[in-house]
C-alpha cells in the first residue's frame, strides 16, 4: 500500500534533526489520526417508543394527484359554456319576442299548440290513426294562428299607410 509522503516534512524533520542528507525512502512513515468532532443524532418520538418495546401506529401520507392545466381548463371551458349557453337562451329568447312582435304573432297560443302535440305524442292510449288525425288538427289550428297574425299585421300596414297620407 502506497502513502502519500509530504517531502517537506521530512526535509524539515532532518534540519531538526541535524542531518546532512535525507534519506526518503525510510522516511518515518506515521499517520496520524485526525480528530474529529463528535457525531451526534437524535432519534424520533416514535423511534423511542420501538426501542422501548411500544407499538407505533404510523399512517402513510396520501399523495394527491394534482390538477393538470388540462383539467382546469376543461372545467373552466364547462362554466363558460354553461354561462354562454344561459346568455345564449335569454338572447333567443329576446329576439323570439322582438321577431313575435314585429310579426303579429301570438307566442301563448302557439306555445300551448305545441304542448298539446307533445302530449298527443306521448299518450299511449290513442291508436296511430287517432294521433296522426289529432296532430293535423292541431297543426291546421297552429297555420290558422300564424295567419291570423300576418292578418292583423296587413291590417295594421294598411291603416298606418292610411294616415300617412
Do not use: C, W
Not at 117 to 123: D, L, S, T, V
Not at 130 to 139: C, F, H, I
Amino acid at each position: 500500500m502506497m502513502i502519500n509522503t509530504n517531502y517537506t516534512e521530512i526535509i524539515a524533520q532532518a534540519k531538526i534533526n541535524g542531518a546532512t542528507h535525507v534519506n526518503f525512502d525510510k522516511a518515518n512513515q506515521t499517520v496520524q489520526a485526525i480528530i474529529a468532532e463528535k457525531d451526534t443524532f437524535t432519534l424520533s418520538d416514535a423511534a423511542m417508543a420501538k426501542m422501548k418495546g411500544e407499538s407505533v401506529e404510523e399512517i402513510a401520507p396520501t399523495y394527491i394527484k394534482p390538477e393538470t392545466a388540462k383539467e382546469l381548463l376543461a372545467k373552466n371551458v364547462d362554466e363558460a359554456t354553461i354561462k354562454k349557453s344561459a346568455r345564449d337562451a335569454r338572447f333567443d329568447e329576446v329576439m323570439q319576442n322582438i321577431l313575435d312582435q314585429r310579426l303579429g304573432v301570438d307566442r301563448k297560443k302557439l306555445e300551448e299548440i305545441e304542448a298539446m302535440m307533445e302530449q298527443i305524442a306521448k299518450n299511449d292510449n290513442l291508436s296511430p290513426e287517432q294521433k296522426q288525425k289529432a296532430m293535423e288538427e292541431l297543426e291546421k289550428m297552429r297555420e290558422q294562428v300564424i295567419e291570423e297574425s300576418m292578418d292583423v299585421k296587413k291590417q295594421a300596414k294598411q291603416t298606418f299607410a292610411k294616415e300617412e297620407v
